[in-house]
């Protein structure tokens, strides 16, 4: 099933139904109606309707209202809580997640190279910090690089890559470009690809659930959402059977062009075995679509039973017939992983078995923004390119990663225990990524009140929370789901400390909700 931009408006509407998501929208009317003049070269109505068209539900108006309980609390308004609790997204520092130290000192070091004169840097620290600033024109990092990225940090991402997939010589530094994030690689990427009108227009196979940048950037784009979904009931493994399903349910209204998978997944938290991923590549190659593997959740692997498989790696074992014909982009960020560095804003993707020509157009489109944040491509270098055990730095840095990785698998496992010990909720198991998404089932009483108020019953329930507990999760609507499903997202970020209270306030407001609705 193909979405056109009106599918996708009808989605948001299916998927929110609720007046607060467009309360922005709605205030700008006002205005308009209000004081407008008809001088007003741009207006809503004159406006480019495809932003109009975009959602994003993870910044939503769950997620506003939360803001506006945390300033009421602080200018001292009774609240049945104590501290609004932000679960809605992956931002780990905000969530008291400490920064590497080795990771600090280099980026310090880079800002300010006077601090390389002092005995208290280690000497790693301080040669990496030399080697990104040799790479910097002028030595700085005030000036611009170039627009695919610093040469030497590009260089130590395909040794990353190289040493990572265990396969020498497979990776080309021309392949690699460093960006603002995953996500403006992710969008430049779908700026490509998207061509055509009508039954020609390009299709974008996005899972359901699906992290909303993929669905806000094909709004945006004027492309067609061709929707598959996740099967819950095998911990959301992705079934070759249902992307068949799909592509040929959009055949007749698109042309399906692009495949995005995102593994480790993002709400669900699964991790794609070997063999799923082979099949997947066999269904690109049959079906003819391009590949875009979102990979920035590659180090956040907690169950015992799984591990990390590239798109890449995969691709390269299968061997000619597939890696000389499957075309794919693969993201990678430092927002995620052990860093948590989200305000960074660093990342790079990696093109592969892609059309010179067109790799052209990419160093183009890319050189319109200059270049990605400097200091997010030094902090990426040393996400890549880390204390080896030789070095002075080694055993802080891997004695910091590991803790902040055992603690999130702890808290994976807590987080779908605590759940599934919940009446009214099932969890599955928390592989990977940052985020649980259970789902709730509401009674019959609870959904009819949020349709009558024209909210989505998850949105309802989901603000029921916040004003109770002060918890802010994010409306599983707001990913999607199917028909007759309702879920949450929630990150297993919050303090291990406070896991316990939240979980216990959780479940007093869930079983007085059960009980309110249910009787």
């Known amino acids: 099933m193909a979405l056109s931009n009106k599918g996708i408006r009808h989605l948001s509407r299916v ?58 609390l602080a200018d001292g308004v009774e609240k049945p809580f104590k501290e609004v609790i932000f679960s809605n997204i992956g931002d780990a520092h905000a969530m008291g997640q400490q920064y590497n130290t080795f990771l600090r000192q280099v980026v310090a070091l880079c800002v300010y190279p006077e601090l390389l004169n002092l005995d208290s840097f280690p000497e790693d620290a301080k040669l990496r910090a030399r080697r990104i600033l040799e790479g910097c024109g002028g030595n700085s990092v005030g000036a611009y690089s170039a627009s695919s990225g610093i040469d030497v940090i590009r260089q130590d991402v395909t040794k990353y890559i190289e040493e990572r997939d265990g396969i020498p010589n497979s990776c080309d530094v021309n392949d690699i470009f460093l960006s603002t994030g995953a996500s403006d690689g992710v969008v430049a990427i779908l700026k490509l690809l998207v061509a055509g009108e009508g039954a020609s227009r390009t299709g974008v196979m996005i899972p359901i659930p699906q992290y909303p940048l993929y669905s806000a950037s094909v709004a945006e784009l004027d492309a067609a959402m061709v929707p598959y979904y996740l099967n819950e009931e095998s911990n959301w493994s992705l079934d070759v059977d249902e992307l068949q399903r799909a592509y040929d349910a959009a055949a007749d209204s698109c042309k399906p062009k692009v495949l995005c998978v995102i593994n480790p997944g993002n709400p669900t938290g699964q991790v794609l075995s070997y063999d799923n991923i082979v099949d997947i590549i066999k269904f690109a190659k049959k079906n003819s679509l391009f590949l875009m593997a979102d990979e920035v959740y590659q180090d956040n692997v907690y169950a015992e039973n799984c591990a990390f498989h590239s798109f890449k790696k995969v691709l390269l074992h299968l061997g000619e017939g597939y890696m000389d014909q499957v075309e794919l982009v693969s993201f990678h960020s430092m927002s995620k992983g052990y860093m948590g560095e989200c305000g960074f804003r660093g990342g790079y993707m990696e093109t592969f078995n892609i059309n010179p020509g067109v790799k052209e157009q990419l160093i183009k489109l890319v050189s319109t923004k200059l270049c990605p944040p400097i200091l997010g491509q030094a902090a990426m270098d040393v996400a890549v390119n880390p204390p080896q055990p030789h070095e002075p730095s080694y055993e802080l840095f891997i004695k910091e990663k590991n803790d902040v990785l055992n603690s999130l698998a702890t808290k994976a496992k807590l987080t ?39 909210m989505a019953p998850d949105a309802f329930y989901a603000f029921q929370l916040l004003e109770n507990t002060g918890i802010c999760v994010v409306p599983g609507s707001g990913f999607g789901q199917k028909p007759g499903t309702y879920h949450f997202r929630m990150t297993i970020l919050p303090p291990t400390e406070k896991m316990d209270s939240l979980f216990e306030s959780f479940r007093k407001f869930h079983m007085e909700f059960l009980e309110k609705y249910s009787t």
């Not at 922005?24 to 004159?46: E, F, R, W, Y």
């Not at 605590?418 to 998404?437: D, H, K, L, R, W």
């Open 416 to 454: 779908a225990k605590m759940f599934n010990q919940t009446p009214g909720i099932t969890c599955n198991e928390v592989q990977g990524a940052m985020y649980s998404f259970p789902q709730i089932h509401l009674p019959a009483a609870a959904i009819e009140e949020a349709e009558s108020k024209n």
């Open 15 to 72: 998927l929110f139904k609720n007046p607060a998501v467009n309360f922005q929208v709605a205030s700008l009317s006002t205005s308009k109606k209000n004081g407008a003049t008809a001088q007003q070269v741009l207006t809503l109505d004159s406006m480019n309707p495809s932003v109009k068209n975009i959602e994003y539900a993870v910044r939503g108006p769950i997620v506003i209202r939360a803001s506006q309980l945390k300033q009421e």
